[in-house]
Nanobody, 119 residues
């Protein structure tokens, strides 16, 4: 019954900005790592950014200095602020969370949100 739901995707021109949000819901006891991955057409899913429950972050080299990941533990949400977007950032973006619900700790994924950057 754990769900991750993303929002905030869309179409933006090169150089523009978007903010993605992801809300976790269900019978959640705790969330450790959260993050964002993306998958472009014909390519494998790749990590974009991750954040621990303590706020430590890590970024793919391709987005360092342009994207910022953050989270609100009380609201069970994770965000991705994307600035200076490039056409190569076009992909479906997926939210990820390592979540403990009941006696089970597992990785959960959202359904994805499309980000399209036009040149």
């Amino acid at each position: 019954q754990v769900q991750l739901v993303e929002s905030g995707g869309g179409l933006v021109q090169s150089g523009g900005s978007l903010r993605l949000s992801c809300a976790a819901s269900g019978s959640i006891l705790s969330i450790s790592d959260m993050g964002w991955y993306r998958q472009a057409p014909g390519k494998q899913r790749e990590v974009v950014a991750t954040i621990t429950s303590g706020g430590n972050t890590d970024y793919a080299d391709s987005v360092k200095g342009r994207f910022t990941i953050s989270r609100d533990n009380a609201k069970k949400m994770v965000y991705l602020q994307m600035n200076s977007l490039k056409p190569e950032d076009t992909a479906v973006y997926y939210c990820y969370g390592r979540i403990t619900a009941g006696l089970r700790r597992a990785d959960y994924w959202g359904q994805g949100t499309q980000v399209t950057v036009s040149s």
